[in-house]
């Protein structure tokens, strides 16, 4: 598909000066600088002077400069360029469809180890599972069934398989929990590093998931022996506090929550092992912890609280905006 500048010359010597600089490639420097986009890597299948003998061809058929012969030759090298480009502009069209469906199948993969457990990195998480499922698959549906119950989210999990299996990810949704962006939100207003890694707002230096609430229910156990002592009550707080209650007390303080209300929630929670005087003790040291860990956060929010009321008792709306 390359012709030689000689040849130009030879076939249309009366254009090429219009066509062809001493230094550069004008039709070529034209093409380029007007398309955009993956439509410009197709002029490197191009030879050096392809695009200049096509002009020559087309502007010399306009003005009928070159003889039958040219003409018919410049005619059928322009059919199979344009079959080439055509079959080249399909495999790119087909290579990014590939690469698309393949990206959307990891993205389903990921969602499906991450529907099963909490994992602190992706790597953690595919050598886990790929365990799991070999297992399964030796002992069939029945194996698969009863590690979709032991999943953190089952129905998700399950449909998440049955999309893999099918080969059906295309509408497949993919939700992501956003229980900490709170506290992202916190740190961000704080400039609070350490609150940032702790939510993944930033990487931490081991490069691993970090999960506020566990990090906070290890903190609140060491903090409640250290408030209570090693009596009873203490001792069923650790056996039976877990990452579920902390976010379930934890979020709402953010947004304001009373300590009789979370003293009310606690009692619902262990109900069968304390009383509401112990829910009321317990949600203190939470508020306590909260003070103390959480200072400058308590304090934000406090702030924002009293504006609101300020605002409202004078009668005037609160806007919340982004400058």
């Not at 209300?261 to 040291?285: E, G, P």
């Not at 409202?312 to 609160?318: D, E, L, R």
Request: charged residues 25%; aromatic residues 12%; contains cysteine.
């Amino acid at each position: 598909m390359a012709f030689s500048e000689t040849n130009l010359w030879r076939e249309a010597y009366y254009v090429i000066e219009t066509l062809i600089d001493v230094k550069d490639c004008s039709v070529r420097e034209f093409i380029k600088k007007r398309v955009v986009g993956e439509d410009s890597e197709l002029l490197n299948a191009f030879g050096q002077y392809t695009l200049e003998f096509i002009a020559v061809h087309v502007l010399s058929v306009l003005f009928s400069q070159l003889d039958q012969g040219a003409r018919v030759r410049a005619s059928a090298l322009i059919e199979h360029l344009e079959s080439t480009i055509r079959r080249l502009a399909f495999l790119i069209r087909r290579n990014d469809g590939e690469k698309k469906k393949k990206e959307k199948e990891e993205v389903v993969e990921e969602a499906l180890l991450y529907h099963y457990k909490s994992y602190p990195s992706l790597e953690d998480a595919n050598i886990d599972f790929n365990e799991v499922r070999a297992e399964a698959q030796k002992q069939g549906r029945d194996e698969f069934l009863q590690i979709a119950r032991e999943a953190r989210h089952p129905f998700q999990f399950i449909a998440a398989e049955i999309a893999l299996v099918l080969e059906k990810w295309e509408g497949f949704p993919v939700t992501k929990d956003a229980s900490a962006s709170a506290f992202q939100i916190m740190s961000y207003f704080l400039l609070d590093e350490d609150l940032a890694k702790s939510t993944n707002l930033l990487p931490s230096k081991d490069n691993k998931i970090q999960d506020i609430y566990m990090n906070i229910l290890s903190e609140l156990k060491d903090y409640f022996v250290r408030e209570l002592g090693n009596n009873s009550l203490s001792l069923i707080v650790i056996r039976r506090m877990d990452r579920k209650l902390v976010k379930s007390i934890f979020i709402p303080m953010i947004y304001g929550k009373t300590l009789m209300s979370t003293s009310s929630d606690i009692h619902k929670t262990l109900s069968q092992h304390i009383n509401f005087k112990d829910s009321y003790i317990l949600a203190s040291v939470y508020f306590k912890f909260w003070k103390e860990k959480y200072k400058s956060m308590d304090s934000l929010t406090s702030l924002i609280r009293n504006i609101g009321w300020f605002a409202t008792a004078g009668g005037v709306p609160v806007y919340y905006a982004v400058p």
